[in-house]
């Protein structure tokens, strides 16, 4: 079946520098979606990217998709202390979705 | 405008007991999907309805779980002679699109301990 790697498991920066965590699937996918989840609360979609080599940006945040359509990024710069949380990609195939284990970031003041 | 609402939002039962987990999905949203969430990991898919049709329960771990979807709205998660393993945050999301593909909107989850 479909697999979802994410890396890595958890980091931890101090506010200012940057972050980045990685995406792999074993299958190529239809799309894939970022979602952040805060300590406590539920997963917040965040963005989908849906084409060969795509790159979006939501301020501080960048996401890209793989030219092959199995590998992910997120890049945060600067990070802040609100961007706490743990950041989940998940890979949609045909008719599956899976979610990676997670990025757990830790931003210290 | 209320988002996805899940209840209760806390549910402690004894191993053995059953055990009914509900979901307020948004108005109007074609999909559901039924998550389970262990401590540190990442939600695994249990079930995904599309209106009423329960279209892929693969994730369901075992004959003890079963999901419904009967007027294509409100959902229920069963949990039957519940088990330790089972303790965990049962997480449920809507979406306006058909298919798994699409933006989903959580609801808050329920925690459920079995002691």
């Known amino acids: 079946g479909q697999q979802v790697m994410q890396i890595p498991q958890y980091q931890h920066v101090q506010e200012g520098e940057d972050f980045t965590t990685y995406c792999n699937s074993s299958?190529?996918?239809?799309?894939i979606q970022w979602y952040k989840q805060r300590p406590g609360g539920h997963p917040v979609f965040l963005i989908q990217?849906?084409?060969?080599?795509e790159v979006k940006k939501q301020k501080r945040l960048t996401f890209q998709f793989g030219e092959a359509k199995k590998n992910s990024s997120l890049h945060i710069t600067a990070t802040q202390t609100t961007d706490v949380g743990t950041y989940f990609c998940v890979g949609s195939g045909y008719s599956t979705l899976t979610f990676g284990k997670g990025t757990m970031l830790l931003v210290s003041p | 405008g209320a988002g996805v609402s899940q209840s209760p939002r806390y549910k402690v039962a004894k191993r053995g007991q059953d055990v009914a987990l509900r979901c307020d999905p948004i108005?109007?949203?074609?999909?559901l999907f039924w998550y389970q969430q262990a401590l540190g990991q990442g939600p695994e898919f249990l079930t995904y309805?599309?209106?009423?049709?329960?279209?892929?329960k693969s994730g369901l771990p075992s004959d003890r779980f079963f999901a419904e979807r009967p007027e294509g709205s409100v959902s229920t998660l069963k949990i039957q002679r519940t088990q330790q393993e089972d303790s965990a945050v049962y997480l449920c999301?809507?979406?306006?699109?058909?298919?798994?593909?699409?933006?989903?909107?959580f609801g808050p989850g329920t925690r459920l301990t079995v002691t």
């Open positions: 990217l849906v084409k060969s080599g």
């Open positions: 999301a809507s979406s306006a699109y058909r298919g798994p593909g699409y933006e989903q909107y």
């Open positions: 108005s109007g949203h074609v999909s």
């Open positions: 309805f599309q209106n009423e049709a329960q279209l892929d």
């Open positions: 299958t190529t996918l239809s799309n």
